[in-house]
């Protein structure tokens, strides 16, 4: 299986602050990688897919680069609303599996 | 609007049953690869299996092939998990999801709000 390892459990930060969160998976996976964002009580949203592309009504402070084993999600300027916890997941492989997220805190 | 609600949870003893289902509304559902993850409360996210839009391929995690059964009835619009000879560990919240694009890729823009299933004595 993938090991997707997430390395920051918690980032304090505030907002209007640059964030760079990381991803690693323990062996190529290309770039079949999505990043998701998920708050309390709310169900994950997809944020970027194909490690770069964002979603549909994602807006343009998020950005994902990275191939093969090395991935990074950038928020250029946190908004309030970006509090939540981040994950990722690969998809080039069976089984799909997740980072264990990284919790974005005030 | 897209709009995924699962149903079917609850408490069950170890080596009962219980099925899962995730009724589908808002998109083709005939066109869209479905998933089942699981999340045990406190935990990371884990994936626990997947069909193929048109039901023809599925695919389990290990820790439930042989146990678990993914399928789905396109003219109901609805997603099901058959969960057999359950477990304490198979404790968790369990999400559906749809897949973004019709080509089967697996990744998810749409994710229902969660079935908590419960086995314990």
């Known amino acids: 299986d993938i090991e997707m390892t997430q390395s920051l459990a918690t980032l304090p930060v505030s907002p209007g602050e640059r964030v760079t969160l990381s991803c690693r998976a323990s062996q190529s996976i290309s770039t079949n990688l999505a990043w998701y964002q998920r708050k309390p009580g709310q169900t994950p949203r997809l944020l970027i897919y194909?490690?770069?592309t964002r979603a549909t009504a994602i807006p343009a402070r998020f950005s994902g680069t990275g191939s093969g084993t090395n991935f990074t999600l950038t928020i250029s300027s946190l908004q309030s609303e970006d509090f939540g916890v981040y994950f990722c997941q690969q998809y080039n492989n069976w089984p799909l599996t997740f980072g264990g997220g990284t919790k974005v805190e005030i | 609007e897209v709009q995924l609600l699962e149903s079917g949870g609850g408490l069950v003893q170890p080596g009962g049953s219980l099925r899962l289902s995730c009724a589908a509304s808002?998109?083709?559902?005939?066109?869209?690869?479905m998933t089942w993850v699981r999340q045990v409360p406190g935990k990371g996210l884990e994936w626990v299996s997947a069909i193929s839009a048109s039901g023809a391929t599925t695919y389990y995690a290990d820790s439930v092939k042989g146990r678990f059964t993914i399928s789905r009835d396109n003219s109901k619009n609805t997603l099901y998990l058959q969960m057999n000879s359950l477990r304490a560990e198979d404790t968790a919240v369990y999400f559906c999801?749809?897949?973004?694009?019709?080509?089967?890729?697996?990744?998810?823009?749409?994710w229902g709000q969660g079935s908590l299933v419960t086995v314990s004595s």
């Open positions: 808002g998109f083709t559902f005939t066109n869209y690869a």
């Open positions: 999801a749809k897949d973004r694009t019709m080509m089967n890729l697996y990744y998810f823009d749409y």
């Open positions: 194909g490690a770069s």
